[in-house]
């Protein structure tokens, strides 16, 4: 599996690429951020804060989400798809490419 | 301040547009499920879920996140914009309308 | 009609608001440009130009699009959405906000 | 050079991977018609075409622009990224991975 850098994350048993761990804590990291600023909006709400201004952080938490998403999906194309190249196995290699694309439609959509 | 259908979240002071109660109720309900979705993304993080799964996860609260702020642009202009071209304050309102178009352009940007 | 400020691009009969030529001359220079834009792409794929670089001009081309809606999104809700509230025909007022809310939620979509 | 696949879309001297004219003829159809939209929308400005049709036009212009865009961003993975991942060049491969991350955060942003 090593040759295809198999890891979960990659839809394969576990076993971790290189610098994954540091990258799962700065994901962690971003993410509680995200949660603090959906709780922040309840607060605005409910103090019933001018439209205007949660409408800013609702922008803020957005655009935090999306580039969280952006920095996942660049670790799917670096790991997964690149690992599924390397090992030779093209349909693997094509069908990551084709789940990396569906999301991007999604995430470009959303 | 009724001519200005004056609300906390017209920036003007306390009083309640009809159905504000019930609409504030509503956010928070989807807003108290966003912050879910988030501590929901934390865990694939660290369950080390398929990248694909968790940017699915992503767009859906993407999307979820933007149809709270449409929402509430449209609130601002029934209610704040509106109230402000009754009361014949052109200032006040193109004020409104301009804050809404920033609100706007963030969102389309985000 | 002068009191709902009425010209054609408000749905109703004709005359002008100031300042609608000028802006009109404006956007047909930027739709102009966009269409100049929508030839350069066909250009770069008859000559097979790097992917990655007709992309870039994709994303210019979406952004300067975005950019004129954002801007006659603006002068709907300045001209026709005050001029209807100024009239004081509230439903009149409503409905245009509420087709505002319809083109920004197809604009955030796309 | 056949071995990255090379062709000038892949910013390798040409040489063409299987089926690209005939998916350039596609995305050739396409421009043009973006193209007309382009022509469509200005002459509803002249026209002086109610702003939310118009709007409603900008927005479908835009959906088929970025799914021009999200194709062509299919086959530089397809091509140019699985074809450098072959070679087993690495270095080139997390540099086209790298162009299509930037890429992707422009249609995102945009």
Chains 1, 2, 3, 4 share one sequence.
Do not use: F, P, W
């Not at 090593?2 to 540091?22: D, N, P, Q, R």
């Not at 971003?30 to 922008?59: F, H, N, P, W």
């Amino acid at each position: 599996m090593a040759v295809t850098g198999g890891h979960e994350s990659c839809g394969h048993e576990a076993g971790h690429h290189h610098g994954y761990i540091t990258a799962r804590e700065n994901y962690l990291r971003r993410l509680r951020r995200i949660e603090g600023q959906a709780r922040g909006l309840q607060r605005m709400v409910e103090e019933e804060k001018y439209c205007i201004d949660i409408l800013t952080q609702i922008s803020a938490m957005t655009k935090a989400l999306e580039s969280v998403g952006l920095e996942l999906l660049d670790d799917h194309m670096n790991h997964c798809v690149l690992a599924a190249a390397r090992s030779g196995d093209d349909a693997e290699a094509q069908a990551k490419i084709r789940e990396a694309s569906e999301a991007i439609k999604r995430l470009v959509r959303s």
